[in-house]
């Protein structure tokens, strides 16, 4: 259990058949760059890109340099393959 100056967090990052999902108890104060290092994906996947723009907190954009709280969900997001209005084109044009 976090003491008053440690915060519970979790880490995700989900592929096609495959979820990364790590539970982690930091200082409090600590960063979305704080929680990514604690939770080793950089050394299980290095392949991964934390480009600003590419990370989240509950779905809402956040930076490396984001502050975290207690219960936050830190998500590292995978690149479009396509971008979302040519993807609606392709799906009208189809039916």
Same mark, same amino acid.
């Given at each position: 259990?976090?003491?008053a #100056?440690?915060?519970? =967090?979790? =880490?995700?990052?989900?592929?096609?058949?495959?979820v990364f999902n790590v539970?982690? =108890?930091v200082p409090e104060g600590a960063t979305l760059a704080d929680a990514i290092e604690a939770s080793g994906i950089r050394s299980a996947r290095p392949d991964i890109d934390l480009e600003e723009g590419r990370?989240? =907190?509950?779905?809402?954009k956040a930076t490396l340099a984001t502050r975290l709280r207690d219960g936050d969900r830190v998500e590292i997001y995978r690149p479009l393959r396509i971008d979302p209005k040519e993807a #609606?084109?392709?799906?009208?044009?189809?039916?």
């Open positions: 259990m976090p003491d #100056r440690h915060i519970r =967090v979790s =880490v995700i990052h989900a592929e096609p058949g495959r539970e982690l =108890v990370l989240g =907190v509950f779905a809402r #609606r084109r392709r799906r009208a044009r189809s039916d």
